[in-house]
């Protein structure tokens, strides 16, 4: 891709240090504004990176800017979203798009309207390991997937963020907030949903935020904080998905997918890298040959040790698919059927139901070596 298209950045929190830091990585995209409601946190991210630092309006009226990222709290998503379309932006937003397939449809008539381009995280599916995962499973490693195990569990998010309220808000919680990773790769692997159903729980009705500058204070729990579900997919397979920040340790795998012919083992879905297993009829349980996927290899040291991390690869990439006249792998409707599985989970534990989907999707295409490459500087 020779065209580069201008970004513009809404929403200066924790997260946009990623963007600013790990968009450098890819051809086509360049950051060009910031904004923020807090116009100090603007000016400190904006000089830090050397981009223009505007408010909202200002930025989405910016001729330079080409498609906005939305980095605001979940509950603003939609508004920003909307703003930036009615401005004939393109827009990318993390995760979730919306908080309700309501808004999301609304968004989705109003892009087809301007003829603008909706994508949203996650973006790790199309990391390596996932990648690598998608591959063994559509050459037949181990059949047809039957059943799965998903496990994303944890204490929490008051002691190490610095401001997680709104982790604990209609919106978020756990299956909200690091669902869409599992939910996403399990649309890349198996396909799309027909039915969940799910008991949903909190222990807690108030968390105590445990690191500086906030230390102490109480937050009020409004969202579910346990959630086990059970995902119907069309194409046959069942899947349970367990997500809870009420967890101080445990001995899950991450994802696990069962076939007529073995078991495959794949790494968190919340990184782009990982060991990928598999045991077929029986043998025991080993490692694939590596492949040489540039979306696996490790190239930044987090608490636990170094990780492969490259996010944005789904900004990069809904560029390029802008430019060629083609859908993002991150598409909105990809998207939307992820909202629709999230929230009629939490529906089916507020129900005590069944509740069949409003939506479906295509699986996105596998987004192997060459693509990766194609995305990648050197």
């Not at 003829?115 to 037949?140: K, N, W, Y």
């Not at 101080?248 to 994802?255: E, F, R």
């Not at 991150?330 to 939506?359: W, Y």
Request: net charge negative.
């Amino acid at each position: 891709m020779t065209k580069e298209l201008g970004i513009g950045i809404v929403g200066c929190g924790y997260i946009s240090k990623t963007y600013f830091t790990l968009a450098p990585l890819f051809h086509g995209i360049r950051i060009v504004a910031c904004a923020d409601i807090d116009p100090a946190a603007t000016k400190a991210r904006a000089e830090e990176y050397g981009v223009a630092a505007q408010s909202v309006e200002a930025l989405l009226g910016n001729g330079k800017v080409d498609i906005v990222v939305n980095l605001t709290v979940p509950s603003a998503h939609f508004e920003v979203t909307k703003a930036a379309l009615d401005a004939g932006k393109h827009v990318y937003s993390e995760k979730p798009l919306v908080l309700s397939m309501e808004e999301g449809e609304a968004l989705r008539r109003l892009a087809d309207e301007k003829g603008l381009v909706v994508a949203s995280t996650p973006d790790t599916f199309l990391g390596g390991a996932h990648q690598h995962a998608r591959a063994v499973l559509d050459e037949g490693l181990i059949g047809r997937v039957v059943s799965g195990t998903c496990h994303v569990m944890s204490r929490g998010m008051e002691h190490w963020h610095p401001n997680p309220d709104f982790f604990f808000k209609p919106g978020a919680g756990p299956i909200l907030d690091v669902g869409p990773y599992y939910v996403a790769n399990l649309i890349n692997l198996i396909g799309p949903v027909r039915r969940v159903g799910a008991l949903t729980s909190m222990a807690r009705t108030e968390r105590e935020i445990l690191c500086e500058p906030r230390k102490g204070e109480m937050v009020a729990v409004e969202t579910p904080t346990t959630i086990h579900a059970l995902l119907e997919f069309e194409q046959g397979a069942t899947v349970t998905l367990s997500a809870s920040w009420d967890v101080w340790t445990h001995g899950h795998a991450p994802m696990e997918l069962y076939g007529t012919e073995g078991s495959l083992f794949v790494p968190d879905p919340n990184f782009f890298g990982g060991p990928v297993e598999a045991a077929r009829q029986g043998a025991a349980i080993a490692p694939l040959e590596a492949w040489d996927h540039p979306l696996e290899i490790v190239n930044q040291e987090h608490p636990d040790g170094m990780k492969a991390n490259y996010r944005t690869v789904g900004l990069a990439e809904m560029a390029d698919a802008i430019v060629a006249g083609r859908e993002p792998c991150c598409s909105i409707d990809r998207a939307l059927h992820g909202v629709d599985i999230m929230t009629s989970i939490l529906r089916s534990g507020e129900e005590k139901r069944f509740v069949e989907l409003t939506t479906t999707c295509e699986r996105p295409p596998a987004f192997g070596v060459s693509k990766a490459r194609a995305l990648l500087k050197d």
